[in-house]
Every structure is written in C-alpha cells, then in structure tokens.
C-alpha cells in the first residue's frame, strides 16, 4: 500500500512538473506578474508590499488573474470598497505570498509528504490549504474559497508567481 502510494506521488509528481514547465511562459526571466495581472499588479503597488518584499528574501506569489478578481467584484459589488482601503487590500495581498519559493514540484512535493494536503502560513499570517485534485494544485483559504493553480513557475529573482483562478480571501480583510 505505501509502495502505491509513493509511485502515485511520483507519477502525479512527474506529470505536475512537466505540466508547469510547459505553463511556464518565459522560462523565469519576468520578475513581474504577466499582462493579464493588472489588477494584482496594481495591489502589489498600491500596497507597498512589492517593494517590501525586493530584499527581504524567496517569496511565493500565488497571483489571481484579473478574470479572478472580475468574478470576485461580480458576486460582491461591497468588494470594490475593499480595493479603495488600502489596509484591507494589504491584508489581502498579502494573503496571497509566502515566504520561501515554492515551486509546483516543490509544493506536490509537500503534498505528498502531508498525505494529500500542505499548510502554508501567508505573510499576512493566516493559512492556506493546498490539495492535489487530479493533477491540479487547488488552494483553500480559511473560509472554504478554492482556487487552482493554472499557470505555474513564473518570474525572477526573489519573486515566484503562480497564476491562480480565483482571489482567496483571509478570514478579516483588516489583520
């Protein structure tokens, strides 16, 4: 039994690798989030987290597409009053990076050591979840919102950004 499960990791390993290296669009030499992370982008100025983060070590960035956060303001119009709170959008910026770089090998890696599931604490201080659903990495944040990594393994320097499909919210916007 543990036999099968090892080579299952393995496999499912194998598979995610590949997988983010095909996603992977420039190889690793854009330090910045891709075009379609305007919003994110914008965030991560507004914030001063960016800037923050230049020489304070290997971070994580799981970044939400603008479709995410389009989808996010369709279903919760009072969301748009959070983007103007510049504490509120720190907290959730920042609940979106974690400390050290974690490939998508690396986090299957964790994955497959935690029997399925990795905890990873944000800068923001809050946990997110991750688990293996077929050969997709999904992120859970602590209120039960899920979302996928679906392009994987980009940027430069101290900065690795996975592109997420959905924004995960901590459980107070205001830390």
């Known amino acids: 039994m543990r036999f099968s499960k ?21 190889g690793g030499a854009n330090p910045a989030p891709l075009n379609h992370h305007i919003v994110f982008s914008e965030a991560l100025s507004r914030t001063n987290i960016q800037r923050d983060l230049e020489n304070s070590g290997d971070f994580t960035v799981f970044a939400p ?3 995410a956060f389009k989808a996010l303001l369709n279903k919760n119009g009072d969301f748009n009053v959070v983007l103007k709170d510049t504490k509120a959008l ?13 490939t998508a090998s690396r986090i299957l890696k964790a994955l497959c050591r935690g029997e399925g599931a990795a905890v990873f604490t944000t800068i923001q201080g ?3 979840i991750a688990t293996l659903e077929g050969v997709d ?5 602590c209120s039960g919102n899920r979302a996928r990594i679906i392009k994987a393994d980009t940027g430069a320097e101290n900065l690795l950004f996975h592109e997420i499909d959905q924004v995960i919210l901590p459980s107070s916007p205001i830390p």
């Not at 194998?14 to 420039?26: F, G, I, K, P």
């Not at 720190?90 to 974690?102: D, L, N, T």
């Not at 990495?137 to 944040?141: A, Q």
């Open 6 to 26: 090892l080579l299952l990791c393995g496999v499912t390993l194998a598979s995610v690798s590949l997988n983010a290296q095909a996603q992977s669009v420039d």
């Open 137 to 141: 990495i999904v992120l859970t944040d």
């Open 90 to 102: 720190r907290s959730i910026v920042a609940y979106h990076i974690v400390a050290g770089q974690f």
């Open 65 to 67: 597409s603008d479709t």
């Open 126 to 128: 809050e946990q997110l």
